[in-house]
Structure formats: structure tokens, C-alpha cells
């Protein structure tokens, strides 16, 4: 499992001396969140590419498939984020997350929201489900941070959630630029970003509540800012090894 305190090559990822200062008020560590949103993934290349119209069909299509192995982990860590959390409070708001991804009633979820978007990119609910388009790379980072969040402390895997800050922006962008550059997409499969764009600003706000409240050192702090990098990671990595897996 990767370890958000340590980087693999040069040993931890903060020093000593940047623990020494006083904390940070509540309104400049959550600017020092904020922050983060430079190392996010919709300035990865290959993102930026696919939002500019440079990706082919295969590409658009590995990128799905790759990201829907994400999409069917996600209730997986929030479930594992509940089920470390003792607050009966934050639970029942915590819950909403898993019903949004699982469906619930005559909703049918963001699982279900991304298989259209399989559908409408031309591929197969077998070809998806079977995962056999998923990379080892996309994998691994999918499964570290699923392990991350069963066992780590609940307010640290809430804290590795707040990548939610920057996602509606990447949601828009698509929304804007996928009708344009690939007119072949069947625009009733882009219900997904739609989707996400309220709902993720729901989850900032609580997932914000929670980080701000726990992380109260500069020593919290700053693990907390290593935490999100942490996710920031597992998200840019899985660019790469799609990137990777799908060159044209």
C-alpha cells in the first residue's frame, strides 16, 4: 500500500521544520487545500489533450473503461471510510456518497450513469464489466487507495476525498468541449459529468467540515496537505498508465 508519508525515492515527503510553526487559521489551511488544486489531474497531458479533441476513439475509450474500475471502487472506500467512523452523524451524511454511486430506489447512480457513457463511446457492458481493459497501473493505484481508506483514521480518508474541490471544473470542461471535438459520443452519455457537478460541491462541504475540525496542529496540517497529495497521486498516475496504455 502506498504510504502518503513517504515517497518511495527521497523518504518522507515533509521535513521536521515544517512542522515547527504555529497552526494555520482555519481560512489559511483551507486556502493551503485549495492550493493543492495546481497538482490536479485536469492538467495532466493526456487530459488536456482529450478536452482539446486529440484523443481517437480508442483512447476515449480505454480512458472510460479505465475510470470505470475507479467508479465501482468508490462505494468500496466509502464503506470502508464508515465503517472506521464511530459518529452515527457522519455516517448518515457519509451514506449519500455510497447511494450516489450504487443507486438507490428509482435512481440508478453513478455506476450506472458511467456504463452509459461506456454505452454511448461505443463499448460493450460485457467489455466493461469484464475489466479486462483495466491497466496493472490504473489498478494498483485503485487498490491503494481503497486500502488507504480501510486503515487509515476516518478523518484522514475524508481528508483524501477533498480532490472533490477541483472536480467540478474538469466536469464542466468536458460538458463544454466533448460535444464539439467528438460529435460520435452520444450526448445523452455525458449525464455523468452533469451529474457531478452539484454533488461534488456537496461532498467539499463536508468532507471541508471534517479536515478542518480534525487537523488543528501544523503538524496535523501538513499531514493532512500530504494526504491530499497523496490522492492527487493516485489520480495523475492514472492518467499516466493510461496514457501509456493507449498511445493513438
Known amino acids: 500500500m502506498f504510504d502518503p508519508m513517504q515517497n518511495p525515492t527521497t523518504g518522507p515527503i515533509f521535513t521536521k521544520a515544517d512542522d515547527d510553526g504555529p497552526a494555520w487559521t482555519r481560512d489559511q489551511f483551507e486556502a493551503q487545500l485549495r492550493a493543492k488544486g495546481t497538482a490536479y489531474h485536469i492538467h495532466h497531458p493526456f487530459n488536456v489533450k482529450m478536452n482539446s479533441g486529440g484523443c481517437s476513439k480508442e483512447q476515449i475509450r480505454g480512458w472510460v473503461a479505465n475510470r470505470f474500475y475507479y467508479q465501482i471502487n468508490i462505494p468500496l472506500k466509502d464503506a470502508a471510510v464508515m465503517s472506521n467512523c464511530p459518529d452515527r452523524e457522519t455516517r448518515r451524511r457519509w451514506v449519500l456518497r455510497i447511494l450516489d454511486h450504487d443507486g438507490h430506489d428509482d435512481q440508478p447512480g453513478g455506476i450506472e450513469a458511467w456504463a452509459r457513457l461506456g454505452d454511448a463511446v461505443g463499448l460493450s457492458r460485457d467489455e466493461l464489466w469484464s475489466l479486462k481493459l483495466v491497466t496493472p497501473g490504473v489498478r494498483f493505484a485503485v487498490d491503494a ?104
Open 145 to 248: 487507495y481503497v486500502n488507504f481508506a480501510r486503515r487509515a483514521p476516518w478523518q484522514e480518508s475524508v481528508c483524501s476525498s477533498l480532490t472533490e474541490m477541483f472536480a467540478p471544473q474538469i466536469h464542466k470542461d468536458r460538458l463544454a468541449t466533448w460535444p464539439e471535438h467528438y460529435t460520435w459520443i452520444e450526448p445523452e452519455g455525458l449525464s455523468y459529468f452533469r451529474s457531478r457537478v452539484s454533488l461534488a460541491q456537496r461532498d467539499v462541504e463536508h468532507g471541508l467540515e471534517v479536515t478542518l475540525a480534525h487537523f488543528t496542529t501544523r503538524k496535523e496540517q501538513q499531514r493532512a496537505l500530504d494526504i491530499l497529495q497523496f490522492k492527487l497521486d493516485i489520480l495523475w498516475t492514472m492518467l499516466d498508465s493510461i496514457e501509456k496504455a493507449f498511445p493513438q
